[in-house]
């Protein structure tokens, strides 16, 4: 797996031990500090420039940056290059001649339940899916007309993009996404259980005015969407 979400901390053992608390694997403690909850891994990320975004490893960008520079700035950074998307969500291309590869299959899932991917808000939902198709990813449900739809990669990460005004909530570009169904209530006794700071109770979806969707935010400001649907 080559695609990796990146979240910054001022404190390293701050953001792990949140991670801990919801019960996601270490994979690598240091250089880099990565976690996983058998599905997405995320990279914590010390370094003072760290912005919270998406990073792709390949051995070389080159094609792909000129495709994208027809659409938006891209940054040479070290290693790489940085670009963001319509909704300004910040975009890392690492180029590394080694694969990182971890069995996520011997990770159970987290307290927060099955993730479902990316979910961002933006003013122009088709440039932003034209950066991301050039990216290799695909479209897998929704539309444009809908005001919403979700695009993956070979890797399995879905990125949903939500037009303005659509979502009753706070909303953090780039937030993770986790829907449980019917489950949501008790894994979100479980998130209070652990002491894990909410930062919004959802009752708006909710007839009888039920706190039954939540979002929390890690110590780096990376959102989590812990919905019902």
Same mark, same amino acid.
């Given at each position: 797996?080559?695609?990796?979400?990146? $979240?910054?901390?001022?404190?390293?053992?701050?953001?792990?031990?949140?991670?801990?608390?919801?019960?996601?694997?270490?994979?690598?403690?240091?250089?880099?500090?990565?976690?996983?909850? #058998?599905?997405?891994?995320?990279?914590?990320?010390?370094?003072?420039?760290?912005?919270? #975004?998406v990073? %792709?490893?390949?051995?070389?960008?080159?094609?792909?940056?000129?495709?994208?520079?027809k659409?938006?700035?891209?940054?040479?950074?070290?290693?790489?290059?940085?670009?963001?998307?319509?909704?300004?969500?910040?975009?890392?291309?690492?180029?590394?001649?080694?694969?990182i590869?971890?069995?996520?299959?011997?990770?159970?899932?987290?307290t927060?339940?099955?993730?479902?991917g990316?979910?961002l808000?933006? $003013?122009?939902?088709?440039?932003?899916?034209?950066?991301?198709?050039?990216? #290799?990813?695909?479209?897998?449900?929704?539309?444009?007309?809908?005001?919403?739809?979700?695009?993956?990669?070979?890797?399995?990460?879905?990125?949903?993009?939500?037009?303005?005004?659509?979502?009753?909530?706070?909303? %953090?570009?780039?937030?993770?996404?986790?829907?449980?169904?019917?489950?949501?209530?008790?894994?979100?006794?479980?998130?209070?259980?652990?002491?894990?700071?909410? $930062?919004?109770?959802? $009752?708006?979806?909710?007839?009888?005015?039920?706190?039954?969707?939540?979002?929390?935010?890690?110590? #780096?400001g990376?959102?989590?969407?812990?919905?019902?649907?």
């Amino acid at each position: 797996m080559n695609t990796f979400l990146q $979240t910054p901390t001022n404190d390293l053992r701050q953001s792990l031990d949140f991670y801990k608390k919801l019960n996601f694997k270490i994979l690598s403690a240091e250089n880099p500090t990565l976690v996983s909850d #058998g599905n997405a891994i995320i990279e914590i990320n010390p370094d003072r420039f760290a912005r919270a #975004g998406v990073k %792709f490893y390949k051995s070389n960008w080159a094609t792909i940056v000129e495709q994208l520079q027809k659409l938006t700035k891209v940054l040479p950074i070290e290693n790489g290059y940085l670009l963001s998307d319509k909704s300004g969500v910040w975009i890392y291309l690492m180029e590394s001649n080694s694969t990182i590869n971890f069995n996520l299959n011997e990770v159970e899932n987290s307290t927060l339940g099955n993730f479902a991917g990316l979910s961002l808000e933006t $003013t122009d939902i088709q440039g932003s899916i034209e950066i991301w198709e050039i990216l #290799g990813f695909s479209k897998t449900m929704g539309s444009v007309e809908q005001g919403w739809v979700a695009y993956e990669n070979q890797d399995k990460m879905t990125v949903s993009f939500m037009q303005p005004n659509s979502c009753p909530h706070l909303f %953090f570009n780039p937030s993770m996404t986790y829907f449980n169904g019917k489950d949501n209530l008790s894994i979100i006794a479980k998130i209070r259980e652990a002491r894990i700071p909410i $930062t919004e109770e959802i $009752t708006h979806f909710n007839k009888e005015k039920i706190v039954d969707n939540i979002i929390i935010r890690d110590p #780096g400001g990376y959102g989590f969407f812990i919905f019902s649907d």
